[in-house]
């Protein structure tokens, strides 16, 4: 089990009201699995993932990493396990826009102090599996939405993470790139044994994945 | 990566740079010729350190050198010669001539002195002369030394001749000096200055030395208590008491140096805390992304810092390098000494430890002026900046 959530909730405060963003979810995310997560735009769903990513605290509830509660962690702590063992695509990609796709792909490495020779030799290898290979020099803004995002996707994988936690990758890509994107979500899932987890609302994701799970006004259920 | 981010916005990166490089060149270029000013003018009290100067009362002095006022008659150095204290006297004519220009200059086009021959090192000091030259012999009377200044701005060279009224000179030797006084000046034997000039049996001072372990203050009251009288009214000023005419008006200045120095030295921290607060505000997303891919608060901080640093140590070095020239440009124009003659003396003028400090200050205000953005780049929520700001 690489994640499991008891009774997470997060509530915000709007003024003098506060917003149930997520609502006493339990979700058991296992090794390999490949899991999504729908439901209606403000449902909950970045919330969870946020949660779930440690990019955020919980009000309530626990997240257990690898068996570890991680809820209460210390935010140096939280920031080693998004390092080492989780890898981020954002809907809106979210490259470093003065750093080439090499670049962004060392990244993750470079802030891990992996020697700068074996984060170049990896990165080569993660956007040749993205098919980059001949866009490695190219800053984001001289790349196409999809290479951008494949770029992301290969930064994701950066320091080999357990589990990959995707907020809407294919929401800004047109239908052709998104079915890019998705088998190559699908393959990473496959041949590099990495668990995904996607936040989405493309219902081909939703047809291929192994559990899915809906989210309305911050309440998670699993589909049958 | 935050060295990247400055190469790839080049237009920012450089309006940054010189925006400190202006303020760090206003900075050196103020306080070098401030100081090169204040310099010139206390070097003239070098010339006779612990002398008593027996000037007329109504002479004004600037620090060792009788601008305007009464002349004094010549025979009266034989009083202060047997003045109690006095070991020896040294009379000399001092002629000004200046100038009224487009610039207010610092230092006359030419000083001549009149002097006894023999005593040149009253006024020279141990200032060695251009190769081919040699000193006035004791019986000098149509031979002069001219300032090293003076010959490399007319072109007079070691035995060359010049003509005043109707006097023809020979210049037997150049000071090689950079000294913007003794650069200047016209050495030759009092009985020709006054001859030429029209100033028979008249000096503007004597320079007293006084005896070893007197008290040189008691000796100058002695001085003008014993010599003046309802004809000749003179003063003794001793090295303090002209220090004292000028020192307050030195301060003053330094004062206003520093203060436009604060001023520039704020302005530079102003652009460079502008710079990083505008490269954190506008990159909250990637610091944003940085954090959900698990950069730690050291590396965030490095990245703002590095970039902060780099900025200000660029725009100080080439602040200082621009400064260095302003202030040798502004120095040459003020003092009319050519510009190839100070270039040599570039770290004289613009000392290395000033430049040391301006760039470390700079480096360190850099940093410190980065330090809060760098702090608030570290403390962005992601989940709310990666959400809220799409």
Do not use: C, H
């Given at each position: 089990m690489i994640v499991k959530t008891i009774e997470l909730t997060r509530t915000y405060r709007r003024g003098l009201s506060y917003i149930?963003?997520?609502?006493k979810v339990n979700i058991e995310v296992e090794e390999t699995t490949f899991i999504s997560i729908v439901g209606p735009s403000g449902s909950g769903k970045t919330t969870l993932l946020n949660l779930i990513g440690l990019n955020d605290h919980p009000t309530s509830g626990k997240i257990l990493f690898m068996g570890k509660d991680?809820?209460?962690?210390?935010d140096k702590e939280r920031r080693k396990i998004r390092l080492q063992n989780i890898g981020f695509i954002f809907q809106t990609f979210n490259?470093?826009?003065?750093?080439?796709a090499l670049e962004n792909v060392e990244l993750p490495m470079a802030l891990a102090n992996v020697p700068h020779r074996a984060q170049r030799k990896r990165a080569l290898k993660l956007l040749g599996i993205v098919g980059l290979t001949n866009r490695l020099q190219h800053l984001p803004r001289e790349l196409s939405m999809g290479e951008t995002q494949r770029v992301a996707i290969a930064r994701a994988l950066a320091n080999d993470p357990e589990i990959i936690i995707a907020d809407e990758?294919?929401?800004?890509?047109d239908s052709k790139t998104a079915q890019e994107i998705i088998s190559l979500l699908f393959d990473i899932n496959r041949k590099e044994k990495t668990a995904v987890i996607v936040a989405t609302h493309d219902e081909k994701i939703v047809k291929l994945a192994d559990t899915v799970y809906t989210i309305q006004d911050g309440k998670l259920r699993l589909e049958g | 990566m935050c060295l990247r981010n400055l190469f790839r916005r080049k237009a920012r990166t450089t309006l940054c740079i010189a925006g400190i490089a202006l303020a760090v060149m206003s900075m050196v270029a103020i306080t070098v010729t401030i100081t090169s000013y204040t310099t010139a003018i206390r070097e003239m009290?070098?010339?006779?350190?612990?002398d008593i100067l027996v000037v007329s009362k109504s002479q004004i002095v600037i620090q060792a050198l009788p601008i305007s006022g009464g002349n004094l008659i010549e025979t009266i150095e034989n009083d202060v010669k047997g003045t109690?204290?006095?070991?020896a006297t040294v009379p000399l004519l001092f002629l000004f001539s200046m100038e009224l220009r487009s610039t207010i200059e610092m230092i006359p086009i030419n000083i001549t002195v009149g002097i006894p021959p023999g005593n040149w090192t009253v006024l020279t000091g141990s200032t060695p002369l251009r190769t081919g030259g040699s000193w006035l012999s004791?019986?000098?009377?149509?031979e002069i030394l001219v300032g090293s200044c003076l010959a490399d701005l007319t072109g007079i060279a070691v035995n060359s001749t010049i003509k005043i009224g109707n006097h023809t000179l020979t210049v037997r030797g150049i000071l090689d000096t950079r000294s913007a006084i003794l650069g200047r000046m016209i050495i030759m034997p009092l009985r020709t200055a006054q001859e030429i000039y029209h100033?028979?049996?008249?000096?503007?001072m004597i320079v007293a030395k006084p005896e070893e372990g007197v008290n040189v203050e008691e000796v100058a009251d002695r001085i003008e208590n014993e010599l003046n009288n309802p004809i000749e009214r003179i003063k003794a000023l001793t090295s303090e008491e002209r220090n004292s005419i000028t020192d307050p008006l030195l301060d003053e200045v330094n004062m206003w140096n520093l203060g436009i120095s604060s001023v520039l030295f704020v302005t530079s921290v102003t652009i460079v805390t502008l710079v990083a607060i505008i490269n954190v505000s506008e990159r909250r997303r990637d610091f944003a992304a940085l954090d959900a891919l698990g950069a730690s608060f050291t590396s965030k901080v490095l990245i703002v810092l590095t970039e902060i640093g780099f900025i200000g140590l660029l725009g100080s070095l080439i602040g200082i390098f621009l400064g260095a020239i302003a202030a040798v440009t502004i120095v040459s124009i003020y003092t009319n000494i050519p510009i190839q003659m100070l270039f040599p003396d570039i770290f004289t003028i613009v000392s290395p430890l000033l430049l040391t400090k301006t760039v470390a200050c700079m480096v360190t205000a850099s940093c410190v002026a980065g330090l809060i953005p760098a702090i608030a780049a570290t403390r962005t929520s992601i989940s709310d900046i990666l959400r809220a700001e799409y």
């Open positions: 149930v963003a997520v609502n991680v809820s209460r962690l210390a490259l470093l826009p003065t750093l080439t990758p294919t929401g800004e890509l | 009290n070098t010339f006779f350190t612990g109690p204290g006095i070991k004791k019986n000098a009377s149509d100033y028979p049996m008249t000096v503007s």
